[in-house]
């Protein structure tokens, strides 16, 4: 895109009424096909004409039709899924003989309920890019990524990409035309190939300005190549991947609109400065917690932005704005960039635009009309919004429209922004009370949040098939008066047509004039029914497809510098979106009220994360306590404090605090003995000035000790170490452990030195000796009695230190601290008088003699999580980190769990890499329950490691301290709840297909001597693409391998799923391949039932009854619809002699010879035919 106004000049070259070279091409190339002139395009019949490049032909529509309705009428002529719908929209074509030329082409897109002009020529086009374009959109809906092609070789040949045009990407442009030509020839059928050859034809997929340029020179070099790249040609389908490809590297703007408007002011316009670190003026300090809106402040960001095509060209705009606004360029950076949000730039002539956060676009809750050419933006953290002028109303309807529709696919896909351009399909939606093309996942999980009553139902769009909806209601209710009582969901199609329903239900078809009619024909236990409607604040993962997949991780050297972190006030912070934490770095605090951690702050801004400490009060915890704590530290404003960053008013309620690289300094003189006398005596001197601080504030702390100086700077080599006392902590009483520490007239009444504010002096004194003794003696041993016989010995309740490890003059200081005159204990005067003479007479680099014996307290001691279980350690709804490798982290929150188990608990999380050019990965982290042995753990690291299959979840990382193990994220989830959500269009066809996954999956594992043992439904995961999906073994807890025999002999009886088990395996606990053959042949009674619970008729009443019942010969059901051979191979599996069962070879045999032809998936993720049911939901 070109500016405003000097923009056009580029633009008409496309739009001045000639014919395009598409449409001249497409007079002899059959991908082009076209029976419209250039003349009759611009003949006014009375219809509307919607350009379709995938036919290159003019689609004509009845001028009452909606914008909306023909992008729905579009779609389902070209077979893109619902869920892809608004990725869509209508804008005028490049031939149009627009009456206002001064609109820039690529702004005069239609809003959904609005009605088109049969004056103008309209095409159908993709306007939003999803991320990572190249790959996820072939997950997402491969017709889409089909039509994207088409899209992209339309405007390359027209030359309306201005990121990729001559004369800069000449070879790029001559390369896609040969990449363009290969696909046309293999898309040829024999009898066009004989009529025409691509290759003469090449100068019709050149741009027009590089072949009027290179003419001469181009056609024999273009040839050549074409004939190469012919012999050894890819596929067709991976020459069109290849395509969008380069296309969406070569131009990362493409489908990103910028907008040029007149603003009144422009918010936070400062521009932080400097390269390594950013700082921002400091407000004025204060006594009390303040909030700093971490995730609302509008921040300032310089970026190195080629504007080329998006309107940031250099050339100044006209000023449109006679109230002395100011012009800018507007523009969404989408969630995958570094800073995500709505951002302005002044128009300049400066070839670095400087883009202003105006505000994050879920903070954007309106927009409100002012006039035919002005809105007004409602924007959390701006209280009277933010007003945007545009210079036409198509402008600003454009602007309104992309704005809106982008809300909807990454945050709110139920709400209209503007109220003044509803959309006509939302407003159904709502007075239906239906949802969107949810899922079914997403639906039964909202069903369990709103309380699973029975009668509780969810109507939802289709997300594989138009006009086709889905009933999931709770029918019945299970385990009656237990603690498993729970809910029974089933799903129903429903057809509509017209203003009624078509329901199939009892093998019948029931008509029906309203949705409420339709839920209460379905019988229930209950028979109140109870509608959920959809909400503004659903967040279904299949619909928010702007949303990145794979976040990328933050590409920045820039951070926080120091002084700016200090002059902060302290703040409020948001749990959810504000902090992270390392659940293997907990450890209880001495107070025994309150865990610490390691986190991290996360900044919104483009700078890095800050790393700090947390200490997060325990769930039976005194708030009023931990708050007094947070005020007290709260007025602190000495660099010699570890600072007080802010809390959280939220359980679990946690003091953010400033981190220590090294830990506390007790045990990093322990574990770090040589460290120089010049060091000690610089820290000796930060800690002076820290008490100088508490002594002039009247500030008593308590708690003045080497366990509570946290290290945060060492470097041997400049003898640098710093050390910043900590709070006192969750307040406790004085114990006989704290006596070293302690006035010896406090002795027989501890609790009264709290008040006194010169005990902290003999405090200070003892620490002083912990440092320059370098913690060789854990003083917390020490009892009262020993103290006071040395007390009595020499007058010190210590023992003197070798002058070699403390000077004279430091010991003299020590002695002070200790003595019984209060007021000769701290004088910061003579202190200091002393480290500079001391400094003077002694080297740099003095080194204390190497022999020093150390006892002291060790490595800092281990905290095991499964301790929590018996302490009262809050629910944190906190991003949790555990660091994998050198390499990597997973992050995850205990709120998205997928799934649990009775040996463990699964949570949907990402893997971040320290190369910030890799994005971040979704995964499936697997939290075992810590009281599993860890030899379960390590045998099921050790089989996942061995497996590589198609259809085995792919394992990838462990973590032996967390007990977790990371694999690949599946996000259509347990094939359980798949079958059942998606059993009114699950064909068989399907079923088998997915039977044949598995049973190849199983004979990999059989081949390897591997007895999976829980091979059932809910241990298969559904892996979803856009050529459709398949299925993943999963669950490799009771896996084990078979001993020379082939068995394996269970050493204890779990608590095991006996439905799933074979007769022997239940009886003599004796397993091999062929009991997970009959696991098999259960699991295809679960499949082919559509999720049906596998239970005998009539329903057995034990396990001993049930186990009597399968030796006596009785076995499950067939279930309605299935297939014979699918029953007799079922059959063949519950065979009562295990030998006799097949092997799962022979399955695989089986199943393909049976349907070779029936088993393999169609080419797209939906059907297009109305005639046949989709496969799968």
């Avoid at 024999?220 to 050894?232: H, T």
């Avoid at 360029?329 to 960039?337: A, C, G, K, T």
């Avoid at 559509?1090 to 006596?1112: A, H, K, M, Y």
Wanted: with cysteine; glycine share 6%; charged share 25%.
């Amino acid at each position: 895109m070109a500016l405003a106004n000097g923009g056009e000049d580029r633009m008409d070259d496309s739009s001045s009424g000639r014919t395009s070279l598409a449409d001249s091409a497409s007079l002899t190339n059959s991908s082009l096909r076209s029976g419209t002139s250039s003349q009759s395009i611009h003949t006014n019949d009375g219809t509307i004409r919607v350009f379709n490049f995938t036919t290159s032909e003019f689609e004509r529509f009845h001028p009452n039709m909606l914008c909306e309705e023909i992008c729905n009428t579009m779609c389902r002529q070209l077979g893109i899924a619902p869920i892809a719908q608004l990725l869509y929209g209508i804008r005028e074509h490049s031939t149009s003989r627009r009456p206002s030329p001064l609109v820039r082409l690529d702004l005069t897109w239609c809003l959904p309920g609005e009605r088109l002009n049969c004056q103008l020529v309209y095409c159908f086009r993709m306007r939003f890019r999803v991320p990572e374009l190249d790959s996820q959109l072939e997950l997402i809906d491969g017709r889409s990524h089909k039509f994207l092609y088409r899209q992209m070789r339309y405007d390359m040949r027209t030359e309306q990409i201005p990121e990729i045009r001559y004369p800069e990407h000449k070879d790029k442009s001559t390369g896609l035309a040969v990449m363009d030509m290969l696909i046309d020839d293999q898309e040829q059928s024999e009898d066009q190939q004989a009529m025409r050859s691509i290759e003469k034809l090449y100068k019709l997929y050149l741009p027009p300005s590089l072949w009027r340029a290179h003419s001469f020179f181009v056609g024999s070099k273009i040839r050549e190549v074409f004939r190469n790249l012919k012999a050894n040609s890819l596929s067709v389908e991976r020459l069109k991947w290849h395509y969008v490809h380069q296309v969406s590297h070569l131009a990362p703007t493409y489908m990103t609109e910028q907008f040029t408007c007149t603003v009144q002011y422009l918010p936070n316009e400062e521009v932080a400065r400097g390269s390594g670190s950013i700082g921002t003026s400091p407000a004025h300090s204060t006594s009390s917690l303040s909030s700093s809106g971490s995730t609302n402040t509008l921040s300032t960001l310089t970026t190195n932005t080629n504007s080329v095509g998006l309107g940031g060209s250099g050339k100044k705009a006209k000023r449109r704005s006679t109230s002395g606004g100011i012009d800018v360029y507007v523009r969404v950076f989408p969630h995958d960039s570094l800073e995500p949000g709505l951002k302005v730039a002044r128009v300049t002539s400066e070839a670095t635009l400087k883009w202003i956060l105006v505000g994050a676009v879920e903070g954007i809750f309106m927009i409100s009309k002012i006039n035919d050419t002005s809105v007004r933006l409602e924007i959390v953290g701006l209280p009277k919004g933010y007003e945007m002028q545009f210079q036409t109303e198509k402008e600003m309807k454009s602007f309104i429209s992309y704005l809106g529709i982008y809300i909807r696919l990454s945050s709110k896909w139920m709400q209209d922004l503007c109220h003044s351009y509803r959309t006509p399909s939302l407003e159904e939606l709502s007075s239906l009370h239906c949802h969107g093309p949810i899922g079914g996942a997403y639906s039964l999980m909202k069903l369990h949040e709103k309380g699973d009553k029975c009668g509780s139902y969810i109507v939802r769009e289709c997300d594989r098939e138009y006009n086709i909806y889905y009933i999931d209601i709770n029918t019945k209710i299970m385990a009656k008066k237990t603690d498993q009582e729970r809910c029974k969901t089933e799903t129903f199609r429903i057809v509509r047509k017209d203003s009624q329903w078509k329901l199939s239900y009892n093998n019948g078809e029931h008509v029906l004039n309203s949705l409420h009619e339709v839920a209460h024909i379905i019988q229930a236990d209950s028979p109140d029914r109870y509608r959920i409607p959809a909400s503004t604040y659903d967040k279904p993962p299949l619909l928010l497809l702007l949303l990145p997949k794979n976040l990328k991780a933050k590409k920045t050297d820039l951070q926080l510098s120091e002084v700016e972190l200090q002059r902060r006030n302290p703040q409020i912070f948001n749990p959810r979106t504000d902090l992270q934490w390392y659940p293997d770095s907990i450890s209880l605090s001495d107070d025994g009220m309150m865990f610490t951690m390691r986190g991290d702050w996360i900044q919104q801004s483009p700078v890095k994360d800050v790393s700090v400490t947390m200490k997060m009060l325990k769930s039976d915890g005194n708030f009023m306590e931990f708050f007094r704590l947070a005020q007290t530290w709260s007025l602190i404003q000495s660099p010699q404090f570890l600072k007080l960053y802010g809390l959280t008013l939220a359980d679990p309620y946690t003091m953010v605090m400033e981190y220590s690289r090294y830990g506390p300094l007790n045990k990093f003189l322990h574990s770090t003995p040589n460290v120089t006398l010049h060091s000690l005596l610089d820290l000796m001197h930060g800690l002076v000035r820290g008490m100088h601080y508490l002594e002039d504030n009247k500030i008593i702390h308590n708690y003045i000790r080497c366990s509570n100086l946290y290290v945060t700077k060492y470097d041997p080599n400049t003898n640098v170490l710093d050390a910043k006392i900590s709070d006192p902590g969750y307040p406790r009483p004085f114990r006989e452990s704290d006596s070293p520490w302690i006035p010896v007239k406090y002795y027989r009444n501890l609790q009264a030195a709290k008040t006194d504010q010169f005990a902290q002096l003999w405090a200070f004194a003892t620490t002083i000796y912990e440092i320059f003794s370098r913690c060789k003696e854990d003083l917390s041993t020490l009892r009262q009695e020993q103290l006071l016989r040395q007390k009595n010995l020499d007058g010190n309740i210590l023992k003197m230190l070798d002058q070699d490890i403390c000077p004279a003059p430091i010991f003299e200081t020590i002695m002070d601290g200790w003595s019984d005159d209060e007021t000769k204990r701290f004088s910061h005067h003579d202190i200091f008088s002393r480290l500079n003479t001391i400094k003077d007479e002694i080297l740099p680099n003095y080194m204390p003699p190497p022999e020093i014996a150390t006892n002291g307290t060790g490595d800092e001691a281990v905290f095991d999580r499964s301790d929590l279980a018996f302490l009262p350690f809050p629910r944190s709804n906190m991003l949790m980190v555990i660091p994998l490798t050198s390499e990597c982290r997973v992050i995850y929150n205990m709120e998205n769990m997928i799934g649990r188990g009775h040996y463990g608990t699964v949570y949907k999380g990402h893997l971040e890499f320290n190369d910030k050019d890799q994005p971040r990965e979704q995964v499936a982290i697997k939290m075992l329950n810590t009281m599993q042995v860890s030899t379960d753990f390590h045998r099921e690291i050790g089989i996942m490691r061995t497996l590589s299959h198609p259809n085995i979840v792919k394992f990838k990382y462990w973590a032996e301290k967390s007990h977790c193990i990371i694999m690949e994220y599946l996000q259509s989830g347990s094939f359980d709840i798949y079958l059942r959500f998606t059993a009114p269009n699950l064909n068989n066809p399907r079923l088998v297909s997915f039977a044949l996954d598995i049973a190849n999956g199983m004979k990999y594992l059989s081949d390897m001597g591997l007895i999976h043992r829980d091979l059932a439904a809910r241990n298969i995961l559904v892996d979803h693409n856009g050529d459709g999906d398949c299925v993943k073994i999963s669950d490799f807890g009771l896996a084990q391998f078979a001993n020379s025999d082939g068995y394996y002999y269970a050493k204890s009886k779990r608590d095991i799923p006996i439905r799933w088990y074979s007769p022997e395996a239940i009886s003599t606990c004796r397993f091999s391949s062929y009991s997970d053959v009959w696991s098999y042949g259960v699991t295809l009674f679960e499949m082919f039932s559509r999720g049906e619970e596998p239970n005998l008729v009539p329903l057995q009443t034990s396990q001993e009854d049930f186990l009597n019942r399968l030796q006596s010969g009785e076995r499950l059901n067939r279930p309605a619809s299935c297939p014979d051979f699918i029953y007799d191979l079922m059959q063949l599996c519950w065979h009562a002699t295990p030998r006799s069962r097949p092997s799962f070879a022979a399955i695989v045999d089986i199943i393909t010879k049976e349907v070779a032809t029936k088993v393999t998936h169609p080419t797209d993720g939906h059907q297009s035919s109305t005639n046949q049911p989709a496969d799968a939901e």
